[in-house]
């Protein structure tokens, strides 16, 4: 599985890079606003990103319209060469998926929540489909099963394109493991999510008595 960052702060995605697991970062309006960026911005916000790793990086549309959220994709593919248009799950959504995969531009499409979403954002041509796994579970809904249902779906099916699943909306290293082991493709994790996937306290403590023994070595 790969690890993507799902953040737009700059210094986050520095260190994931500089771990070298990161294979990709995907943005939303509200991740872009949390770092309070600017309207006129964003465009340059979102190279900045692409210039720190030659992953994907999605860039999500904001238009409600398959008009202006193809103009929307085609501006922002042309941002940077690993740009990839991240688009809502909706009629129009996916009307722009079409004409943007028709003329070669990649599109993630997001807020999947069901199967039969994960199936027309692939029917229509989207490269990524980004189910959301922490926000089923915020309402008492089993996220990881919604999650494999969509990878079990989207896998039976030859869709004439490469598509490939993100675990989206992750919030533990338990989601993690478990859309690992059904195969999942990617897993977009917050920075904070990252930083826990390191930890444990067996290892913590492993290296605490490493170090003390190789004290007494120094000192023998
Ligand atoms: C997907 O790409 C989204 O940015 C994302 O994972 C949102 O998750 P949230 O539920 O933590 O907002």
Same mark, same amino acid.
């Given at each position: 599985m790969k690890?993507?960052?799902?953040?737009?702060?700059?210094?986050e995605?520095?260190?994931?890079?500089s771990?070298?697991?990161l294979?990709g970062?995907t943005?939303?309006?509200?991740?872009?606003?949390?770092?309070?960026?600017?309207?006129?911005?964003?465009?340059?916000?979102?190279?900045?990103?692409?210039?720190?790793t030659d992953?994907?990086?999605?860039g999500?549309?904001?238009g409600?319209?398959?008009?202006?959220?193809?103009?929307e994709g085609?501006?922002? *593919?042309a #941002?940077?060469p690993?740009? +990839?248009?991240?688009? /809502?799950?909706?009629?129009?959504?996916?009307a722009?998926?079409?004409t $943007?995969?028709?003329?070669?531009?990649k599109?993630?499409?997001?807020?999947?929540?069901?199967?039969?979403?994960?199936?027309?954002?692939a029917?229509?041509?989207?490269?990524?489909v980004?189910?959301?796994?922490?926000?089923?579970?915020?309402?008492?809904?089993?996220?990881i099963?919604?999650?494999a249902?969509t990878?079990?779906?989207?896998?039976?099916?030859?869709?004439?394109?490469?598509?490939?699943?993100?675990?989206?909306?992750?919030?533990?290293?338990?989601?993690?493991?478990? *859309?690992? #082991?059904?195969g999942?493709? +990617?897993?977009?994790? /917050?920075f904070k999510v990252?930083?826990?996937?390191?930890?444990?306290? $067996?290892?913590?403590?492993?290296?605490?008595?490493?170090?003390?023994?190789?004290?007494?070595?120094?000192?023998?």
């Amino acid at each position: 599985m790969k690890f993507f960052l799902d953040t737009a702060n700059l210094a986050e995605i520095e260190e994931a890079a500089s771990w070298g697991v990161l294979a990709g970062v995907t943005t939303n309006p509200t991740l872009y606003a949390r770092e309070g960026g600017k309207l006129a911005d964003f465009h340059s916000h979102l190279q900045r990103i692409c210039a720190l790793t030659d992953g994907p990086v999605s860039g999500e549309t904001v238009g409600l319209v398959r008009d202006e959220i193809v103009r929307e994709g085609i501006e922002l *593919a042309a #941002l940077a060469p690993n740009i +990839i248009v991240k688009i /809502p799950v909706m009629p129009e959504g996916l009307a722009a998926t079409k004409t $943007l995969f028709e003329r070669g531009i990649k599109v993630n499409m997001t807020l999947c929540f069901t199967v039969p979403q994960a199936l027309l954002a692939a029917r229509a041509g989207a490269a990524y489909v980004s189910p959301f796994v922490g926000r089923f579970d915020d309402i008492s809904e089993d996220g990881i099963e919604h999650l494999a249902n969509t990878v079990t779906a989207l896998s039976n099916y030859d869709f004439g394109h490469d598509i490939e699943v993100i675990a989206a909306s992750v919030r533990s290293a338990n989601h993690v493991t478990q *859309a690992a #082991l059904m195969g999942c493709d +990617i897993a977009t994790v /917050p920075f904070k999510v990252l930083k826990n996937l390191v930890k444990h306290p $067996l290892t913590d403590r492993g290296l605490e008595s490493f170090l003390a023994d190789w004290e007494k070595v120094k000192n023998s």
